[in-house]
């Protein structure tokens, strides 16, 4: 995947001023269950807080200016710039898609935990998006997680994880999340199987995303564009965080009824979808 550096506008770097002492490791099994419950944390994360109702911006405690920290290294720095990169790339082209119902959001990079509009977050939860200050949350850690524990490597597939944030994003300026949870919450039987719906419609937004990153020439004008190969990259991913995959690598059975991702072959279905068609519109995944 080939980008170029920008001036870090679509990130806010709490890396500094986020986490630090007091907190407890969770080790191997400890990462893995949580992992489990709430890896790319979509509506999971707001019922287990037992949030309701996306209550406007609320931004809690990650206001004022950007603070690299003093102990980065080059290559966390280099991250720091592709995940920069990628946000604006994805936004721009979301920009092109819904015009001016879209509305840019942020990345905030944090380390260990951070406190979010949506509750206490530690890395462990992976990153997340938080509809109520509309913004994406990431530790930059998680990204070796990917590479190591799930063997999901590759910049394109980083590029993935946070496309599908940012397709979370989309789905709180279309209103899709907002009828999502109040679905949920008028039956809550139904939970599970529309937060499937809601990731599997961020996994298809992603690919929509790609659809746009694999066209030709883009690299030459600023933007992201893909490498021969990196489509698989993120088709690994997708195929590596499933949650029948999850499930395996955590408790050694597959639980259906438990999914709220969908499986490493949903997850690949709706990606491939997006990314071949570039269509919002083929990313309904609520249909009947
Ligand atoms: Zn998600």
């Not at 930059?140 to 524990?149: H, P, S």
């Not at 929509?208 to 600023?222: E, L, P, T, Y």
């Not at 991702?261 to 279905?269: D, I, L, M």
């Amino acid at each position: 995947m080939r980008w170029s550096a920008g001036d870090r506008g679509n990130v806010e770097d709490m890396r500094g001023r986020s986490g630090g002492g007091g907190m407890i490791p969770l080790g191997i099994g400890g990462f893995i269950v949580v992992a489990l419950l709430s890896m790319f944390t979509g509506v999971n994360f707001f019922d287990l807080l037992g949030g309701g109702g996306s209550a406007g911006p609320t931004p809690v405690g990650t206001s004022g200016t950007s603070a690299p920290p003093a102990n980065s290294t080059p290559s966390e720095e280099r991250l720091v710039d592709m995940v920069d990169a990628v946000a604006r790339d994805t936004q721009d082209t979301w920009r092109q898609l819904l015009g001016n119902r879209y509305e840019p959001t942020k990345v905030v990079l944090f380390r260990d935990s951070i406190q979010s509009a949506c509750g206490y977050a530690q890395a462990a939860t992976g990153p997340f998006y938080c509809p109520r200050d509309r913004k994406v949350y990431l530790d930059l850690g998680f990204f070796e997680e990917l590479q190591r524990r799930f063997g999901a490597s590759g910049d394109f597939a980083q590029a993935y994880v946070l496309a599908h944030e940012i397709g979370h994003h989309v789905q709180t300026l279309t209103g899709t999340e907002s009828r999502v949870r109040q679905g949920q919450q008028s039956d809550p039987r139904s939970g599970n199987a529309l937060s499937v719906r809601l990731e599997l419609q961020a996994d298809c937004y992603a690919g929509v995303w790609g659809h746009q990153a694999a066209k030709s020439g883009r690299a030459a004008s600023g933007g992201v564009e893909l490498d021969p190969g990196d489509a698989e990259e993120a088709l690994n991913a997708a195929a590596a965080i499933g949650d029948d995959r999850l499930q395996k690598l955590g408790t050694g059975r597959v639980m259906p009824e438990k999914f709220t991702h969908g499986s490493s072959e949903q997850r690949v279905t709706w990606f491939r979808r997006g990314f071949d068609s570039g269509d919002p519109a083929a990313c309904d995944t609520f249909a009947r």
